[in-house]
């Protein structure tokens, strides 16, 4: 049934105005409170971008950081090659060394081994020209000493052995 009284639709229309704008300004409220919300969700999404696009940065930093000490691990380990190659020459010119060093020493006991002959030849040698020195001088001194007998007159003869 319809109410034909003015004043009955007015304060029909006035419930129904107050019970919408009530609606309407619950749902502000609502919009209201879904908006600060959304605005802390952005916040704190924004907040962990930032902290992402951070950890991006840090993470570009260590690759590059990376990368850095693998080049200069490549030349430390280029310089280390090259270390361990000249070692290994030295190691080997030092081994040639060692082996002269061994040949000479070798050769040095065979020479002090032939000083040491030629010495004890040459003590030898010695003793046997002193002793033929010395015979020839007792044969000088007894051929002299037998020349003097046969010169010596006769009657001195005697006497020779006597005198001394």
């Known amino acids: 049934m319809t109410d034909l009284n003015p004043n009955s639709s007015s304060s029909s229309l006035t419930s129904v105005q107050s019970l919408d704008v009530n609606i309407l300004a619950a749902k502000v409220m609502e919009?209201?409170?879904?908006?600060?919300?959304?605005?802390e969700k952005n916040l704190?999404?924004?907040?962990?971008?930032?902290?992402m696009e951070r950890m991006a940065r840090d993470g570009e930093d260590l690759k590059s950081e990376l990368v850095n000490q693998g080049l200069?691990?490549?030349?430390?380990?280029?310089?280390?090659k090259q270390l361990h190659q000249e070692l290994g020459r030295i190691t080997s010119v030092l081994e040639q060394k060692l082996q002269e060093v061994e040949e000479l020493r070798l050769s040095t006991t065979e020479?002090?081994?032939q000083l040491k002959t030629r010495e004890s030849e040459r003590?030898?040698?010695a003793v046997m020209l002193n002793e033929a020195e010395n015979a020839q001088r007792r044969q000088h001194v007894d051929d002299q000493y037998n020349q003097a007998a046969k010169d010596t007159p006769g009657w001195l003869k005697a006497f020779k052995g006597k005198s001394t």
Not at 31 to 36: D, F, G, K, P
Not at 72 to 80: I, R, V
């Open 111 to 113: 020479l002090q081994h």
């Open 31 to 39: 919009l209201q409170e879904a908006l600060v919300q959304s605005q």
């Open 72 to 80: 200069l691990l490549a030349d430390k380990s280029k310089e280390n």
């Open 44 to 51: 704190m999404l924004t907040a962990q971008l930032r902290e």
């Open 123 to 125: 003590d030898l040698l």
